[in-house]
Nanobody
Framework: QVQLVESGGGSVQAGGSLRLSCAPS????????IGWFRQAPGKERDFVAA????????YYGDSVKGRFTISRDNAKNTLYLQMISLKPEDTAVYYC????????????????????WGQGTQVTVSS
């Protein structure tokens, strides 16, 4: 298991940017594929983005394509979600999730595929 800590959430106006970070507590997360999910009040948890453990493959949810970028720096044990052109509908709690994987270029898009989750960080976008 790996414990994940998200940071970087906050409140911004529509059109603004934020960068979320996710880091493991106590150990590294090489060999872990990582995903970001979000959950708005009263809604299900939705897939946002995922990245393979060596960082060569990434995949995005349709609603964030072209606006969000997922990346990772395994040497620094940190994963990032750069968000630009934020919209009020991006308002949610954002969660980082990890899954140990053998395939270095594999990513996962379903929340059930992930074993370890952070506590989440709130992102609020005002119009």
């Amino acid at each position: 298991q790996v414990q994940l800590v998200e940071s970087g959430g906050g409140s911004v106006q529509a059109g603004g940017s934020l960068r979320l970070s996710c880091a493991p507590s106590g150990r590294g997360f090489t060999t872990y594929a990582i995903g970001w999910f979000r959950q708005a009040p009263g809604k299900e948890r939705d897939f946002v983005a995922a990245i393979s453990w060596i960082g060569d493959n990434a995949y995005y949810g349709d609603s964030v394509k072209g606006r969000f970028t997922i990346s990772r720096d395994n040497a620094k044990n940190t994963l990032y979600l750069q968000m630009i052109s934020l919209k009020p509908e991006d308002t949610a709690v954002y969660y980082c999730a990890a899954r140990r994987t053998i395939g270095s270029s594999t990513y996962y898009v379903h929340s059930d595929d992930y074993q370890d989750w952070g506590q989440g960080t709130q992102v609020t976008v005002s119009s």
